[in-house]
């Protein structure tokens, strides 16, 4: 079934009812998976973050000795922060099965948060955003560097291939700012203490780890449906290249500042 434009009759979106598409048939869609899937793959492509270091990168050195730099970083981060939780929700229509895409709710309720007063106050979108309103940051300043245009063209390319999207978001992005945001972390405490980052970089680093668990369980439970865990593998690579060359970009971009 694919959704169709009520007036020109044209696809738009995705195809949304193919069973003959999935090893179980139309049961992939609706039935719980029996078996415990081997997960050895995802701790195979967590060892590939754990060997990219972020947190020595020579940035977070620079960051120490520039508020300037954690500036940019910030209005560059605010910049990544709502299209990184628009795709979630991009990967999680594309997960067929429903059981599997409950595993992953947690994970997009993370990035939003309840409402309190009309406001998503623990977002993440949001909390940036406050932080930017502490550095005093104006409309001029949010100019997407190359380094953030790349990441997100990364992001949103593994989107439509759910088991190279978890690769990409659960180890290049959500296992990673652990030890990134806490070398974040310590830039801000060194140049701009009085600005308002801890509660941005306290929500990420208290929520990614059980994130990261609960991507790593969903991709395992793809493994029953046919997925490739090569695929995971594969986005994993990807994810954490791309985050390296972010900050490989945002060093050139912070050094060259006038």
């Not at 050895?40 to 590939?48: L, M, P, R, W």
């Not at 229509?93 to 106050?121: D, M, T």
Request: with cysteine.
């Amino acid at each position: 079934m694919t959704v169709k434009n009520s007036q020109s009759g044209n696809p738009v979106g995705q195809t949304f009812f193919v069973p003959e598409e999935l090893p179980l048939g139309i049961r992939s869609y609706f039935e719980p998976l029996q078996g415990n899937p081997d997960r050895s793959f995802v701790d195979a492509a967590e060892a590939i973050e754990r060997k990219a270091k972020i947190e020595n990168h020579p940035f977070f050195k620079f960051g120490k000795q520039s508020r300037q730099a954690m500036i940019i970083w910030t209005s560059q981060e605010a910049i990544v922060t709502n299209p990184f939780s628009q795709i979630l929700f991009r990967v999680l229509s594309n997960v067929k099965n429903v059981h599997v895409r409950s595993i992953l709710i947690p994970v997009v309720h993370g990035e939003h948060s309840s409402l309190r007063n009309g406001i998503a106050y623990k977002s993440h979108p949001w909390l940036i955003w406050k932080l930017c309103h502490s550095l005093k940051l104006s409309e001029k300043d949010f100019r997407p560097t190359k380094a953030v245009i790349n990441f997100i063209n990364v992001l949103a390319a593994a989107a439509d291939n759910p088991m190279r999207a978890l690769g990409v978001l659960g180890i290049g992005n959500e296992l990673m700012l652990l030890a990134e945001y806490r070398a974040v972390e310590s830039c801000f405490d060194a140049v701009c203490p009085d600005a308002d980052y801890k509660h941005f970089l306290d929500a990420n680093i208290s929520e990614d780890e059980t994130h990261t668990k609960l991507i790593g369980n969903a991709a395992a439970a793809l493994t029953l449906l046919g997925y490739n865990s090569d695929d995971f593998m594969a986005g994993a690579e990807e994810g954490v290249k791309a985050r390296v060359v972010y900050y490989d970009e945002l060093l050139k971009e912070v050094r060259n500042y006038k």
